[in-house]
């Protein structure tokens, strides 16, 4: 999400600072600042907008001389992109400065306790609550003030921290979000990955959730936030600036899908208390959805899939009906009055032309909207009654990947939140919820088997021109999203329908060149498929399953397969998506085409 560089030592410029933090613009932000410390002052300075407008703010002290500093490309989670809620944050004296990445899930009760001391906020960001923690604890050793703060913390982060008075060391920690650290030649450096050091050194050390990593010019010390050190070996790396960018993956597109597990923990940080949803984000509409008697989605593309899902959870698990319709016609349809009490707009950028005017036309006619979206400030976010953010994190490639992972995630968990406001909620929600917050993990354990599965699955498909997936229940929407990951980064001509439609046409298109792609989870109507699956065979038509592990039943209906973990129903789609995700890259990478950069596709569309 957010881009961290440090600088500490000898020979340091505030241009070899910014020139650093140049190297991850291709993360994505809306602002950027540093903090400087000349020997004898710390100044920070910060701007909206590209690293070009703080260039044009700093002028002529790009070349001045600095002892310390840290600089931060900022993605907004909390407050719009502005001036004031651009990093890096200070506290009440202006000595301590603080970049950050990552979401304080408990900011709120901390900001409270902080302004009862005294203290004086200047943005409306999570992180600012760090600099005054340090400032609360600070008794003339930063170190041990930056150990005593994080023990406050609860939540995500990568932290860099500096002191005026302290101009020759910076102060760093991380819990979830990456962090990586190194010295060399009387400088030592900090950022939030290995790109904007390779200029500098190539022997780092990556710094491990609870530790704490005290960067000095002559060395750099990692301990446990007790204190008691860790000792660690460097880490050499080769990779060239190019590919570093993309963490040494081929594509972006194969990174982000590799940052799922991540973009998991990001979605649901902060939303799962004591086992069941929260989403303080619409608090203030319990009263609204507890009354809806139906629920509307607009969506568009890979959106309106993870709408189906949702679809689908609230009719098995609440009380409301729910529709999901295609943003474009929708905006377009004549809608009876009351046609909706509570619209869910989901947009990753927040910028989806034909999703913005369904919005606006639902709210003409008197429906609450609840938005999802990646970006905060987005114009759907500002337009809607309440906004959740996904909480993704930038994504560079042009087909939806981790974005559609959080989505879902986002999505089942609201589900389960409605449907406990609606006094509908069971047991096996509970379980559902508690399977979603392991979620994570199961990710980080099965992604590498799905990579390799996905890698040789592809090897022998790929050359065919057609595809058709299928599916049935929460599995159409996987069909369709499978089959538009195809299309969009192979051009292999893919549709989805659902399996029991087959008989009703398109089974007349499957011969021996028009493979079929099954989902089928192990579920109440697998039975039901593996019947579809046979139908396809008896047209000659090649079959690829993707099914629980160790199904026999489907493996011996199927040509070829690939396994995933068993799961609760409604959480099939989110474990599957990375091996149909997987399956397409490789597919396009096949067949010599660029899969972060496919042809006529934007990442947003701003356009009807």
């Known amino acids: 999400m957010c881009g961290i560089v440090g600088m500490v030592g000898k020979d340091l ?20 600042g540093v903090a400087v410390n000349n020997g004898n002052e710390l ?57 950050h990445n990552g979401i304080i899930e408990n900011f709120d009760e901390l900001r409270v306790e902080l302004e009862k001391k005294g203290h004086i906020f200047k943005s409306v960001t999570d992180t600012e609550v760090i600099a005054h923690l340090i400032e609360d604890h600070y008794s003339g050793d930063i170190v041990a003030a930056v150990r005593h703060m994080l023990v406050d913390l609860e939540g995500a982060y990568a932290i860099g921290v500096v002191h005026q008075d302290h101009p020759n060391v910076i102060v760093a920690a991380r819990k979830g979000s990456p962090l990586v650290v190194g010295s060399a030649e009387q400088a030592g450096y900090l950022a939030s990955d290995v790109t904007p050091l390779l200029k500098y050194i190539r022997d780092v050390y990556f710094v491990d959730d609870g530790e704490l990593a005290i960067i000095r010019p002559e060395s750099i010390n990692i301990t446990r936030i007790d204190g008691s050190i860790v000792k660690k070996s460097a880490t050499r790396i080769t990779w060239g600036e190019d590919s570093a960018e993309k963490g040494g993956y081929a594509h972006f597109m194969l990174k982000e899908i590799f940052e799922e597990p991540q973009t998991l923990r990001n979605a649901l ?28 989605v607009l969506a568009c593309g890979t959106s309106y899939h993870a709408g189906l899902v949702f679809q689908r959870f609230i009719q098995d698990y609440s009380n409301i009906r729910a529709e999901v319709e295609v943003a474009s016609e929708f905006r377009y349809r004549r809608l009876s009055e009351n046609f ?49 953010y996904i909480n993704a994190g930038p994504e560079i490639g042009v087909a939806a990947t981790k974005t559609y992972v959080a989505q879902l995630a986002v999505l089942i968990l609201l589900g389960a939140a409605i449907a406990k406001i609606m006094d509908s909620s069971t047991s096996n929600i509970a379980m559902i919820v508690n399977e979603l917050e392991g979620m994570p993990t199961i990710f980080e354990n099965t992604l590498p088997i799905a990579n390799a599965q996905c ?30 990951k195809l299309k969009e980064i192979s051009y292999i001509h893919a549709s989805g329908y659902q399996a029991g439609e087959l008989k009703h046409g398109p089974i007349a298109l499957l011969d021996n060149d028009f493979p079929v792609f099954a989902i089928v989870p192990e579920d109440d109507l697998k ?9 396809t065979k008896a047209r000659d038509a090649k079959v690829v399953a993707i099914c629980s592990e160790n199904d026999r039943e489907v493996a011996k209906a199927v040509n070829s397969r690939i396994e995933v973990p068993g799961v609760l129903e409604p959480l099939y789609p989110l474990v599957m998506s990375p091996y149909l995700q997987l399956f397409a890259y490789y597919v396009a990478v096949r067949r010599d085409l660029d899969p972060d950069k496919p042809r006529n596709l934007a990442k947003s569309v701003t356009v009807e």
Not at 13 to 32: C, P, Q
Request: proline letters at 2%.
């Open 13 to 32: 410029t505030i241009r070899k600072l910014v020139d650093a933090l140049k190297k991850l613009e291709y993360r994505g932000y809306d602002s950027s």
């Open 527 to 535: 039975s039901k498929m593996i019947s579809n699956i046979m139908e």
């Open 455 to 484: 890698s040789r699955l592809a090897g022998e498909y790929f050359a065919y021109k057609h595809f058709m997936y299928i599916g049935r229940g929460y599995s159409y929407a996987t069909a369709l999203e499978g089959a538009l």
């Open 269 to 296: 940080t902060g939303r799962i208390k004591a086992g069941s949803p929260s989403f303080k984000e619409v608090k203030h509409l319990q009263d609204d959805i507890k009354k809806a008697r139906s629920i509307t």
């Open 43 to 99: 100044k920070v300075m910060k701007a909206v907008g590209k690293i070009s407008s703080l260039e044009k703010l700093l002028d002529g002290d790009l070349d001045s001389s600095v002892v310390q500093g840290i600089a931060h490309t900022r993605w907004a989670t909390h407050g719009g992109p502005s001036d004031f809620n651009a990093h890096p944050h200070t506290d009440c004296t202006g000595k301590i400065a603080v970049v």
């Open 340 to 388: 909706a009490d509570l619209v869910i707009a989901i947009s990753q950028s927040g910028e989806t032309a034909d999703t913005l005017e369904g919005i606006r036309k639902a709210r003409k006619m008197g429906a609450k909207v609840i938005s999802l979206t990646n970006v905060v400030g987005s114009t759907i976010s500002r337009e809607s009654d309440a906004v959740i």
